[in-house]
């Protein structure tokens, strides 16, 4: 099983809608959660960490359920501008323990 | 402020040639990483350092060598270039280890013939 896993997507969706993915994580004592954005071709930025009360940034809601070992952003009201491909990481212990996952795709359409 | 400059950014090499990837940061962060990134694969730690002087291994360690003899500066080496080592090389750096974030490069794309 991998250590962080994603659905590879890609999710087509139209501009407005909302949707959600899922990251499911294997290391029961990891620490820290991360979402990255990483744009066609582009490095990787961060979007938001992940608190265990959940938390929100306009238009994106981060989740964590350590019981079920994921992790969950939500986006709503899709732009164009959100098509990107959306990196779940996962830090036990030092950030050198730092785990990405392959990332889910995502094509916001008109 | 430039953030993290990785430098080259488009490289082609052919087997068994060296060449240095370059990683400089303004942003006086003690840490800085190494990945490499290959298509269906998550990121993948190569080598690392916690702060000037030091570096350690990755994941993936094997055919690569770093240094880190300045605190601003992350290089990294390959000493005889093999078709596996093709990828996309990102180099990032973070304040702390801990939460902080990471800041990557824009990468460099790596062929080897």
């Known amino acids: 099983r991998k250590e962080v896993e994603q659905d590879p997507g890609p999710f087509n969706v139209p501009e407005g809608a909302t949707v959600a993915f899922n990251c499911t994580y294997s290391?029961?004592?990891?620490?820290?959660f991360f979402w990255y954005r990483q744009d066609c071709r582009k490095e990787p930025k961060l979007l938001m960490s992940v608190y265990s009360s959940g938390n929100e940034d306009g238009r994106f809601t981060a989740q964590l359920n350590r019981a079920s070992q994921y992790i969950s952003l939500l986006i709503r009201d899709s732009k164009l501008s959100d098509s990107a491909t959306y990196l779940c990481v996962v830090m036990f212990g030092t950030a050198s323990k730092l785990t990405f996952g392959t990332g889910t795709r995502l094509q916001v359409t008109l | 402020n430039a953030g993290v400059t990785q430098t080259p950014k488009f490289r082609v090499l052919k087997t068994g040639q060296s060449m240095t990837l370059l990683c400089a940061q303004d942003m006086n962060h003690e840490y800085m990483y190494w990945y490499r990134q290959d298509p269906g694969m998550g990121l993948r730690l190569i080598h690392y350092?916690?702060?000037?002087?030091?570096?350690a291994k990755g994941e993936v360690p094997d055919g690569y060598n770093v240094s880190r003899l300045k605190k601003q500066n992350f290089l990294l080496g390959l000493e005889s270039a093999a078709p596996s080592q093709t990828s996309v090389y990102f180099c990032?750096?973070?304040?702390?280890?801990?939460?902080?974030?990471?800041?990557f490069g824009n990468g460099t794309r790596l062929t080897v013939t």
């Open positions: 290391n029961s004592a990891s620490q820290s």
């Open positions: 350092s916690v702060g000037e002087g030091t570096t």
């Open positions: 990032a750096s973070s304040r702390t280890g801990g939460n902080s974030p990471l800041h």
